[in-house]
């Protein structure tokens, strides 16, 4: 499974802030869509993310105040992005590997959408019921 079949089954929504706002009105729009992370994108270019992690560590653990902090000063710049072209494999490497959450995808500098590590695990699961099928039905002699 790639990239581009977990986005075709989720969707292709973008939630996303500019870095300018204060953490705190970030953290209530990740709130209100329900949503771990945020793109930060400026002149429709992606600038970086901004994590319920990256507010847990550089606001709260720092002692600082999200109504008076930019999401530029806490936000990650050097994201990891994937393609949409990308296999599931891959992705949860990099997502182990890196020890991140979401992945942007990005395709000739466009934004496609993100996938988190609940969308790839749950993909996951789902290639592995259908193979747990076809091997039921392999060994049972009845076709699904």
């Not at 870095?19 to 429709?44: C, F, H, P, Q, R």
Request: glycine content about 4%; proline content about 1%; some cysteine.
């Amino acid at each position: 499974m790639t990239v581009n079949q977990i986005l075709s089954i989720k969707g292709h929504d973008v939630y996303s802030i500019v870095s300018t706002i204060t953490v705190y009105e970030a953290l209530k729009v990740m709130g209100e869509k329900n949503v771990g992370a945020v793109l930060v994108i400026e002149d429709n270019r992606l600038q970086g993310i901004l994590s319920e992690r990256d507010y847990a560590r550089k606001i709260v653990l720092k002692n600082k105040a999200s109504k008076d902090t930019l999401v530029h000063e806490i936000m990650e710049r050097n994201m990891i992005t994937v393609k949409p072209s990308d296999h599931l494999d891959f992705c949860m490497e990099l997502m182990s590997t890196k020890r991140i959450r979401h992945l942007p995808v990005v395709d000739d500098k466009s934004v496609l959408g993100v996938i988190s590590i609940g969308d790839v695990v749950k993909s996951i699961i789902e290639v592995q019921k259908e193979t747990i099928q076809h091997l039921d039905s392999y060994i049972s002699g009845t076709k699904v």
